[in-house]
């Protein structure tokens, strides 16, 4: 099955916690603070696989979590720091967080973080000063960070053979390249993207077979609505054309009816360079179309994609357009600049204070309280920040309730 949307739900590793523990040996009897740090916690990496050409593992499976780091040791070890955890997707791959662009997946290994993991606690050896020569004070790992990313895929072709429904577009693949295409007499037999290798004078192209469009397709009527998007990376679009018509329309209706509807999706994507085949030449009276179609258009391309006429002049012209197309400028990637934001901020409701910002719940999440001097540093910080002047100047009186992450605290002097 072809998926070429997903959300993922993502959380990096946490880091692991300090430890605390004092040396211990018969002829050291005040040796002192030996607790090791706590190792890193993994980071959650997008990868580019060639060997993918679809989401749908990644739809089915949308929850990833990275390994917590491991706790620090006594002897002054420190814990180990855990693996990264790899995401591979299809190349083509556009990465979105916050609903921005933060990365466009094009080659083969190509990496990109979605979400790094917490740093390792502090264990008691790293708190020893001069003043404190045996401190009971550590830290638990950092919380690694946690994200939604939405994952939209748009295929890398050369060619996007686009057009109404039994236009011909899958026979045409299928006499071309070795793909094997549903092939059938009804509107809509192609309900997935098909992706096909033509060979041809020593080189090679990559056509993309695109689900029939209608009219109003760029306003999500039909099939084509949800794969415009494949045909956007495509150096040149292949416009196949029934010499028929479609549904009443002749075929010079149809072709302008596709081209409206490519410029109402993407003004970019209608200037993109066209070459245009009129099919089903092999059908008697299809003459006639042909005559009043090359009237409009001059440089038309007459073929039978059933019986295999007219495809080489079409492949060669392809091949002698291709190179006069520029690269197509990679997606535009928003630089997530640097936004200050303040250490901390108050919500007051009634006698209910709740504390929020980063910095704050990282410390709460790394303070062990199980340890007095531990709950005195914690007491101390906030402090230091002014979260005790900001709680006054917010009106906070003693028995008050203080909320921070997951932890109430009743407020005293």
Known sequence: MFIDKAKL??????????????????????????GGNGGKGGDVIIKGEKNLKTLLDLQRHPHYKSKDGEHGWSSNCYGKSSKDLFIN???????KKNDIIIAD???N???????????GG???????????????VVEKGQPGEECTIELELKMIADVGILGYPNAGKSTFLSKVTSARPKIADYPFTTLTPNLGVVSFYDRTLIFADIPGLIEGASKGKGLGHDFLRHIERTKILLHMVDAYGYNKKNA????????????????????????????????????????????KRKTVFPISALKGEG?????????????TVKEEEPIEIKTINY???????????????EVIGKKILDLIAMTNFNEEESIRRFQNILKKIGVDQKLKEEGIKIGDIVKIGDFEFHYEE
């Open 9 to 34: 739900y993502i959380k990096a590793g946490k880091g692991g916690d300090g430890c605390l523990s004092f040396h211990r040996e018969k002829y050291r009897p005040l040796g002192g603070p030996d």
């Open 89 to 95: 997707v299809p190349l083509g791959t556009v990465v």
């Open 105 to 107: 997946i094009t080659e």
């Open 109 to 119: 290994n190509q990496e990109t973080v979605v979400a790094l993991g917490g740093r």
């Open 122 to 136: 502090r264990g008691n050896a790293a708190f020893k000063t001069s003043r404190n020569n045996a401190p009971r």
């Open 252 to 295: 010079y209706s149809t072709y302008l009816a596709i081209n409206k509807e490519l410029k109402d999706y993407s003004k970019k994507l209608a200037k993109k360079l066209q070459i245009i085949a009129v099919n089903k030449i092999d059908v008697p009276g299809s003459e006639k179309s042909l005559k009043l179609f090359k009237k």
């Open 311 to 323: 495809l080489k002049p079409l492949l060669a012209e392809i091949l002698k357009k291709i190179d």
């Open 339 to 353: 936004k200050y934001e303040p250490e901390f901020s108050i919500i007051r409701i009634n006698n209910y204070f």
